[in-house]
């Protein structure tokens, strides 16, 4: 997960060229995310996420792809009780 800042009118050279080596890669979309404490404790409860780092926006951020690249081959979350 990439946290990107919207650009103003002057993008850098970096900026630009990071969107394009996204492009290249496949990826189509960057947006920014809030998860809350409900998808934190999914992303615990279905082992994604270690309880140590919820406080750990990398850690997160990382969890959360992991469970969209499951969810989009249908591998979606496991709730218990349900």
């Not at 492009?23 to 809350?36: H, T």
Request: charged share 30%.
């Amino acid at each position: 997960m990439h946290i990107v800042r919207r650009a103003g009118k002057n993008q850098s050279i970096d900026h630009i060229v990071g969107d394009r080596e996204r492009r290249s890669r496949g990826v189509v979309l960057i947006a920014p995310v809030e998860v809350g404490e409900g998808g934190v404790r999914l992303l615990v409860s279905n082992g994604l996420l270690k309880e140590h780092q919820t406080r750990d926006r990398k850690a997160v951020g990382a969890a959360y792809l992991a469970a969209l690249e499951q969810w989009s081959v249908g591998r979606g979350a496991r709730i218990m009780g349900r």
